[in-house]
């Protein structure tokens, strides 16, 4: 049998060790290089909305699941009132990234892999046989930012609470073992006087979270959970850059979607196939580059427009407010859109 082309991937979350995991089951030579380590904490919601079966069992990533949260009642609150109670169309799964990306990583070196983890990768991947799975590519001059936390101990009234405030939106949903994600997206306020350890009861008051940021101040914070993350720029379409880009290297999609990570393993899932030929030599690595490029445009691109589309309505007092009617009214097609952005 002639020899397998070896893949390398560059960024160890979950689209670089997905698809790692993925093309060892089919016998391709692979390597993964991680700046970081595993466990770790991240800057996420930990709630996976619309990843189907079929994606899972392409992957080979079932196992990494078990034990995690099905979560499908949802609440919406603009600044500390409720203004939705509702149910999504299908469950969505929550881990903590501390569990996931360790088990995917775990599952790799089982099959094989080749991970070497704390190793920041320099070169761009652009040439035969790389693949960029670096994650979100930050921006400096964007205002935009990520703080999450676990908590043990914080009450919730639904398997999702979405509380909407001025520049901000926060989810709050179950993880495993008691541990309670609360992550926020906000608008940046370096103005702000903060504790530095622990910034988010102080970005909470000031969007107008207060009942939230009370709730916090009397639960238990997890040690080393805490994360923030500056920069965040979002995309609309697929980017145009070159060689194979997947997950949030190829979009950064909103996060109130709850469909980052989905994309991730999805990209993954559409990529295994085209990486699998090429590495049989049964394709060019142009070739290759062309067929998932286009993959991924024909599958994220109503997503993303939608999803930038509806982005402002939550960030933004007066579009909260019309959403906020919208919803109350029994007006706002809720479903389609889900269906939409997933
Ligand atoms: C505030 C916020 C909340 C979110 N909430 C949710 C949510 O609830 N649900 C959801 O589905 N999505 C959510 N997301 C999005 C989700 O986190 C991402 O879409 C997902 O992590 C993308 O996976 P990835 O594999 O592309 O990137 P990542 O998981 O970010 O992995 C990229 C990896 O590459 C490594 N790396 C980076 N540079 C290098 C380098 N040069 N060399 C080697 N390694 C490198 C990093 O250390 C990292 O491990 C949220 C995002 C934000 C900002």
Known sequence: MKARQPVQIIGGGLAGLSLGVALRRAGVPVSIFEADDYPRHRVCGEFIAGLSETTIEQLGIDSVFVGAGSHRSVTWFRRD???RQQML????RAISRFVLDARLAALFTAGGGALHPRHRHAEPAHGAGWVATAGRRTRPSSPWMGLKLHARNLRTSDDLELHLGDGAY???SAVEDGWINVCGFFRRRPELRIDR??????YLRACGLSQLAERLAGAE????STKAMAGIAM???VTTGPGIRLGDACAMIPPFTGNGMTMAFTGAALALCPLVAWSSGEASWEETVRVVRAALRREFRVRLAVAALLHPFLLHPPLQHELGAVAR????PFTRFYQLLH
Do not use: F, K, Y
């Open 170 to 172: 926060v989810g709050v």
């Open 329 to 332: 009214a029994g007006l706002l």
């Open 235 to 237: 995309d609309r379409r």
């Open 197 to 202: 350890e622990q910034p988010l009861p102080a």
């Open 221 to 224: 914070v997890r040690p080393g």
């Open 81 to 83: 009132r409720t203004i």
């Open 89 to 92: 169309p299908e469950p969505a």
